[in-house]
């Protein structure tokens, strides 16, 4: 059973930055050839979103709310997902998640939708204030 515990959140001015990371264990995924891992975020209120994703060749996605400011990166040896994030706006305030599924791969520009992810995280808030 794949475990994902995420860090890093926060809170901050607008403008700002952080960094989010996200450990895997338990990552039988990494046995089969494709994976991804993706970041969605929860505001209050609001049906979850997503923000960016990464696949097991590199290729990335990103909502267009954050391209440009938030940046997603993994580090396959240490089985970490990462997701640098500047330029924060109070908009971005959420509860932020890490998730992945097998099997998949990540196309630029498509939606990115938290139904095809099996496994999630317990979430790392994440405030910005103006």
């Known amino acids: 059973q794949v475990q994902l515990v995420e860090s890093g959140g926060g809170s901050v001015q607008t403008g700002g930055s952080l960094r989010l990371s996200c450990a895997a264990s338990?990552?039988?995924y990494r046995w089969y050839s494709r994976y991804c891992m993706g970041w969605f975020r929860q505001a209050p209120g609001?049906?979850?979103?997503?923000?960016?994703?990464?696949?097991?060749?590199?290729?990335?996605n990103y909502a267009d709310s954050v391209k440009g400011r938030f940046t997603i990166s993994q580090d396959n040896a240490k089985n970490n997902l990462y997701l640098q994030m500047n330029s924060l706006k109070p908009e971005d305030t959420a509860m932020y998640y890490c998730?992945?599924?097998?099997?998949?791969?990540?196309?630029?520009?498509?939606?990115?939708?938290?139904?095809?992810?099996?496994?999630w995280g317990q979430g790392t808030q994440v405030t910005v204030s103006s």
């Open positions: 609001k049906e979850r979103e997503g923000v960016a994703a990464i696949d097991s060749d590199g290729s990335t």
């Open positions: 998730a992945a599924v097998q099997q998949c791969t990540v196309v630029p520009g498509t939606p990115l939708r938290a139904q095809r992810f099996t496994y």
């Open positions: 338990g990552y039988t």
